[in-house]
């Protein structure tokens, strides 16, 4: 099954979103309450958890060493000669995690690997491998099985001491091949951290899936978390994409002062985009009359919201001035001959007024 952060385009893929046998996977260990159900897992929101407890021996050949594996069956559709794939897969060591001890008996442990697919042991042909000194990768393949470090067909990379509480992103392009032709190449975290060129699978074999925690005895339970196991044909099938952006809520902010919106924009995770000032009779000067993206809207976080703000009401329409300029009569002349007319007579009184006040 697909989420989200898994493309569409992938060939298989788990993130244990029921059980931890989701998506054909089969369980080896002394009790099925060895594997567990967690949450979050590394794009989504469950892991699965490995526990061994001391004692958890003699299971599916694992001897006097303690095992919960869950397997995915051989199938003609990956690990087989001459395929060209791409995998990916998440790693936890989570605080019930117990590093191999330096001892006087060699100490280890096997976290994710694809195990040759004949009986009769020998070692797998990929393995993200735990020593005392730190994390590695081993590889493993050819005319014959390899069983110790000083076998012919054996390679191995140190990647570095082990760190709990974070997720170790793996990436693998792989061409299965029991000759020269073969290759795998490792990145872990976005960094390439493996380069190989070589046989990589036994002549006349496949392999298989194996999500891991299998390690010499310790004596104390230890705990390892896998999440988001998946195959493809390209790169794009199987890498983490960048998660989607946070979103938020537009806040109302019609009718508020220009500066108050700035502040309710901002407050929720918004910026501030173009103000434009727009005459209203409405509403006030400086305050909002609407906004962009309208409010309720849910947006992703940092989006700009456009702002439409008044300058108040519009002035005044001007009067227009008739234009008398040339007129021979009409309004023009009658407007001038009433002013005359007026100003005689008002004349005419003024001057009879002072004689009258002048004989008496």
């Known amino acids: 099954p697909a989420s989200a952060q898994i493309s569409p385009n992938a060939v298989w893929s788990c993130e244990f979103t029921n059980s931890p046998t989701d998506c054909g996977l089969f369980l080896q260990a002394f009790a099925s309450s060895r594997a567990t159900i967690v949450s979050p897992g590394r794009d ?5 958890q490995l526990i061994t407890q001391p004692g958890d021996i003699n299971i599916a050949g694992s001897g006097a060493n303690e095992r919960t594996d869950l397997t995915l069956s051989t199938s003609s559709t990956y690990c087989n000669q001459g395929q060209d794939e791409w995998w ?7 605080p019930g995690y117990v590093p191999p001890p330096v001892a006087s008996v060699w100490n280890w442990g096997a976290l994710f690997d694809f195990h040759n697919s004949a009986a009769g042991g020998g070692q797998p042909n990929f393995m993200v491998y735990a020593a005392p000194t730190g994390l590695e990768l081993h590889m493993a393949g050819g005319p014959n099985t390899v069983n110790l470090p000083s076998d012919p067909g054996y ?8 760190t709990k509480n974070v997720w170790y992103d793996f990436v693998y392009h792989v061409k299965w091949s029991s000759g020269s032709d073969g290759l795998f ?3 872990l975290n976005g960094q390439q951290v493996m380069n190989y ?3 990589n699978l036994y002549v006349g074999q496949s392999c298989y899936l194996k999500i891991a925690n299998y390690h010499s005895p310790l004596g104390v339970p230890v705990s390892v978390i896998h999440s988001r196991v998946v195959l493809g044909h390209t790169q794009a099938d199987v890498q983490i994409g960048s998660p ?6 537009v806040p109302n902010v019609v009718g508020q002062m220009q500066a108050a919106a ?3 924009i901002t407050s929720a995770g918004l910026t501030l985009g173009t103000v434009t000032m727009q005459s209203s009779t409405t509403v006030a000067p400086g305050n909002v009359i609407s906004e962009s993206p309208a409010a309720g809207t849910r947006v992703a976080s940092g989006l700009a919201v456009n702002l439409v703000v008044s300058s108040g009401a519009p002035p005044p329409a001007p009067v227009p001035v008739p234009n008398v300029v040339g007129g021979g009569g009409g309004g023009a002349f009658d407007s001038f001959t009433l002013a005359a007319l007026l100003s005689s007579l008002i ?3 003024w001057r009879a007024r002072r004689i009258r006040d002048s004989v008496l």
């Open 347 to 349: 004349g005419g009184l």
């Open 197 to 199: 060129s070589g046989p």
């Open 155 to 162: 390679y191995s990379i140190a990647i570095g001491p082990i």
């Open 88 to 94: 990916a897969h998440s790693l936890m060591f989570p």
């Open 44 to 48: 989504g929101p469950t892991a699965v």
């Open 185 to 187: 190449q490792a990145w």
């Open 262 to 264: 700035t502040s309710a």
């Open 244 to 249: 989607p952006p946070p979103t938020v809520l």
